[in-house]
Each structure stands twice: as C-alpha cells, then as structure tokens.
C-alpha cells in the first residue's frame, strides 16, 4: 500500500498500522486475520535435522530447516475430544461444594 500523501510504499508495522517512512507518517489498516480454526501449540522434534520445531500455535509443525509436518485429522480430533473432556471435568469440579471448609 502506498502513502496517500506522497506515494511512497508504506511499512508494515506491528499493531495495525503502516508506517511512511517519507513522510514519517502512520496510517491504521484493519487487519483480517483467516480464520485458522482453534489455537493449539504442538512441539516435537524434526525428523530431518533433529531439532525442535513448532508450529506456533495452528498448523502442521515447521523447521528452520525446512520441513513441513503434515496435518493428521485424527490428531486434531484426538486433541479436541481431550479438551472437551478436561472441560467437563473441570466444570464438574468447580460445581462441587468444597467439603473441607468449615464453619466456626
């Protein structure tokens, strides 16, 4: 996108703006995020060089090598149905009274 002041191209800037570096400038953009589905961290190791890798946060895991996991189905269905239980749980126990308090 260029600077609607003096043409230059803008710089992209952390935060939802852009930056002219001419006319020293900012511009605020609307920023559409895709939709990527849920948000889950996975880490493991690269089966190419042996370093960790990670996929920050959606998507297969990638290297600084280059390599590219791919995606399992079955492994995101696997990790939502584990979340969906620990959830339950998790309501289950926070609709128990707490049996160990007492009134004195």
């Known amino acids: 996108m260029n600077c609607k002041t003096c043409n230059t191209k803008m710089q992209a800037r952390g935060g939802g703006y852009l930056f002219c570096p001419t006319c020293r400038t900012f511009e605020i953009v ?13 880490d493991g190791r690269c089966p190419k060089c042996g370093r960790m890798c990670g996929n920050g946060g959606h998507g297969p895991l990638r290297c600084r090598c280059g390599w590219v996991g791919e995606i399992d189905l079955r492994d995101i269905e696997m990790a939502e149905a584990f979340i969906d239980e620990v959830r339950k749980q998790s309501d289950e126990i926070r609709s128990k009274p707490c049996s160990n308090l007492t009134d004195n």
């Open 30 to 42: 609307e920023i559409e995020e895709p939709d990527t589905g849920p948000i889950i961290f996975a």
